[in-house]
Nanobody, 122 residues
Framework: QVQLVESGGGLVQPGGSLRLSCAVS????????IGWFRQAPGKEREGVSCISNSDGSTWYADSVKGRFTISRDNAKKTVYLQMNSLKPEDTAVYSC???????????????WGQGTQVTVSS
């Protein structure tokens, strides 16, 4: 049974930081690109970041470039999203998902987690 379990969400003040984790089980993470989507209330789901399984290359949405950093630890079967300089507009449910590669991450995913809430507010 494939499971992706996110953790690390919470309430943070503007300008603060959070680190999200996504623990993967039931698949060999080495075979997949993996990344993060987010969805705010009343808005469409947005791709945030992706990291390749082949060469570790990364992709970021323009809205988070320079503030968010994605990383992966295949041995621990975990992907991380370090979020710095958080803004109220970053408030959303953040979900991790796998894909064959980052170039198609926004269009074709395999497995999803349930999501973790991130709220940025003073």
């Amino acid at each position: 049974q494939v499971q992706l379990v996110e953790s690390g969400g919470g309430l943070v003040q503007p300008g603060g930081s959070l680190r999200l984790s996504c623990a993967v089980s039931g698949i060999t993470l080495d075979y997949y690109a993996i990344g993060w989507f987010r969805q705010a209330p009343g808005k469409e789901r947005e791709g945030v970041s992706c990291i390749s399984n082949s060469d570790g290359s990364t992709w970021y949405a323009d809205s988070v470039k320079g503030r968010f950093t994605i990383s992966r630890d295949n041995a621990k079967k975990t992907v991380y999203l370090q979020m710095n300089s958080l803004k109220p507009e970053d408030t959303a449910v953040y979900s991790c998902a796998t894909s064959a590669r980052c170039s198609i991450f926004l269009y074709k995913t395999n497995y999803w987690g349930q999501g973790t809430q991130v709220t940025v507010s003073s």
